[in-house]
RNA sequence: UACCCCAUAGUGUAAUGGUAGCACCAGUGAUUUUGAUUCACUUAGUCUAGGUUCAAAUCCUAGUGGGGUAACCA
């Protein structure tokens, strides 16, 4: 027997400090209080979407059970049947494994009813619950306030005989929704709010999406979800701040019930800048219609991350590398962004797309005539190996890759410069061409033959290197660049007479209709990630992509210190 | 107004009574056929005031600041 301290098995938690619920952990594993059990769950209300902010919750919940060779369930949470849907309940499902979880077991508390129930009646015959018949707004009155004690209930003092024969009455659908109400008898003077007799089942006649017109008495949250621990022998139960309050009244029932003692941790939620992160918030974008679906990929949900080329990696990076703790924080999307670039810069293939196009014609090139070139497919990943790529004597460069009247600091092409075209030749502007309008329309450029693949034999260089498709070969796609969804870092924080929606960027979708691409992007399947060389990771659009009509994603730039120098004028 | 939680570089996190460290961001430089990547360096921090102690970011008290809480929601 050894005490030891268990040291967690993931790849991808090691090399890092322990956070607090971890400590709390190991603190358990050595005392031996659950014999070495560690058992967790996730327990989400399928009543929307899950985003990056359950990311975190998940990875951690998950995680601990894999670090420390324990377990860890699903659960749904599905008490109110008013809110609930199984479309929830099956994207919840393959959200979790998409982010690479699997679940010990999967359960709802509407497993649990009839135990629940029965535990209902066990606390009214040991005169800890009674049935209550104050309508809602007298129960608030009775409750008071901060500054003010709360009343005990007139109903307070009813016989464990007549609580017994109502609350039977309330489950046979004897009265009407709001007559009446179950309470926990504890103590309507806390200055803890729950503990005022808070509610513990109330009449709903609705239908429930598993559970069907079974029942018309639903349990409340407080009730049901320390007892679903209990049941299923969860040992660190981890939920988020704002249920601190409710620990005394967990802890309450599971002691009066004296049956198996979950405990409850609270870690700070997620908050991402310039994001919103409620439920609510979310649904209220996508019905409003200031995005297209829940998967619409400017969304932090799980679905729309995904959507937008994010891997379940990069996520999970993500999510060990923020840490769990207790204070209220609020982390830069920059550290999403760049979880997802540093996964991809390592694993993805490079091509070349030019999304905005700038033709250009080499006057000493043979017309008619096709230099294949050798490219690169990705310089962190020899085994990747190389491609070739068509060159001809018209092509197509980004148009912020030429200048008329460049500055000093601009490495691209401009009148008389020479640069050089990735894997192809150094090219030099001999003259713009402009249509009536003076918008420039093409570029007559040069090229010097004794440069091919990139090198001049006489060891001049040339200070800028640009990406080219051919006009010839390119495939024609549409991009969609993503921006963030709210111009602010604090979508929430809002002047007087404002909203969160005063601070939507309204550039958060650019479509691009008209780019070209490498012709081996022809055949990129949905789903399918690549870095357009000097651009960014893109990936194929699993939604609205088609052979004939290719859509790619910009998952996220590349750093681009131009852009920044350029912004600082 | 009551109660609860929290407070460490710009941001986020570590140090669990004994040298305040790490990452991101920012800045500088090197390398570079992606203004990418990579590498090196630099800037900058314990909310305040008392107390305990040989020794306090850490323990105690008070204050200040931030967050949360009064659904028959979760």
């Known amino acids: 027997m050894t005490t030891d301290k268990q040291s967690p098995d993931n790849p991808e938690q090691e090399e890092r400090q322990k956070n607090f619920v971890e400590q ?18 996730f327990p989400p209300e399928p009543n929307g979407y899950l985003h990056i902010g359950h990311a975190k919750s998940i990875c951690l919940n998950f995680g601990i059970a894999q670090s420390y060779h324990g377990k860890c369930n699903l659960r749904f949470d599905d008490t109110n049947p008013a809110k609930e849907d199984t479309e929830y309940v099956d994207s919840i499902k393959e959200d979790v494994q998409w982010l690479g979880f699997e679940w010990d077991g999967i359960y709802f508390a509407s497993d649990y009813f009839q135990q629940l129930y029965e535990l209902a009646v066990q606390l009214i015959k040991a005169g800890k619950a009674y049935v209550c018949s104050l309508s809602v707004e007298e129960t608030r009155a009775y409750r008071g306030g901060w500054d003010e004690v709360g009343k005990d209930s007139p109903y307070r003092e009813r016989s464990v005989e007549e609580n017994l024969d109502l609350f039977t009455r309330m489950k046979a659908g004897e009265f009407d929704d709001g007559e009446h109400t179950l309470r926990a008898k504890i103590d309507m003077g806390s200055p803890n ?27 409340m949250y407080d009730f049901a979800h320390g007892i679903c621990d209990s049941i299923e022998n969860i040992t660190h139960s981890i939920c988020t701040l704002e249920f601190e309050h409710h620990r005394p009244l967990y802890d309450w029932f599971l002691d009066e019930l ?24 979310l649904l209220e974008l996508v019905e409003n219609n200031h995005v297209e679906s829940w998967d619409d990929p400017r969304m932090p949900t799980i679905s729309g991350l995904r959507r937008r080329g994010y891997t379940p ?25 760049d979880s997802l670039r540093s996964q991809l810069n390592k694993e993805v293939l490079r091509r070349a797309a030019v999304l905005r196009p700038l033709k250009v014609v080499i006057e000493n090139f043979p017309e008619g005539h096709v230099e294949m070139m050798e490219a690169v497919n990705n310089p962190e990943d020899p085994s990747a190996g190389t491609r070739e790529v068509p060159f001809t004597r ?33 090219i030099t502007c001999q003259e713009v061409i402009k249509d009536e309008e003076g918008n420039i329309s093409e570029l007559r450029c040069t090229y010097d033959p004794e440069t091919r693949g ?23 796609a549409e991009v ?64 609205e992509s088609s052979d004939s009509k290719p859509v790619f994603n910009r998952s996220v730039t590349l750093r681009d210190t131009w852009a920044k120098m350029q912004k600082k004028g």
């Not at 990069?314 to 962004?337: M, P, Y």
């Open 480 to 543: 969609r660049l993503y921006d963030h969804l709210f111009q602010t870092q604090h979508p929430n924080d809002v002047e007087q007479g404002q909203t969160y929606l005063d601070n939507l960027n309204p550039n958060s979708l650019e479509i691009l209709k008209n780019c070209k691409l490498e012709s081996s992007l022809g055949e990129a399947q949905p789903g399918e990630r690549f870095q357009f060389e000097r651009l960014g990771y893109f990936c194929v659009d699993s939604r």
């Open 193 to 219: 709010m729950n503990m005022r007799d808070p509610a513990m089942y109330r009449i709903k006649h609705i239908h429930h999406h598993r559970t069907d017109d079974q029942w018309c008495i639903y349990p």
């Open 24 to 41: 709390i952990i190991e603190a358990d594993l050595t005392a031996n209080t659950h014999e070495g059990r560690v058992h967790t769950r």
């Open 258 to 281: 004296d049956i198996f003692r979950s405990r409850q941790y609270e870690f700070a939620r997620l908050n991402i800048t310039h994001t919103v992160m409620s439920k609510r918030r």
């Open 313 to 337: 990696e990069a996520i999970r990076q993500f999510c060990t590398r923020i840490g769990v703790t207790k204070q209220n924080s609020t982390h830069d999307i920059s550290w999403l962004e």
């Open 394 to 426: 018209e092509l197509y460069i980004e148009r912020s890759d030429f200048m008329e009247d460049p500055p000093k600091k601009f490495f691209r092409l401009g009148p008389g410069r020479e640069v050089r075209l990735r894997y192809g030749f150094f």
């Open 454 to 476: 990139g090198q001049a034999p006489d060891g001049r260089k040339v200070k800028g290197t640009i990406h080219w498709v051919s006009v010839e070969h390119a495939v024609d």
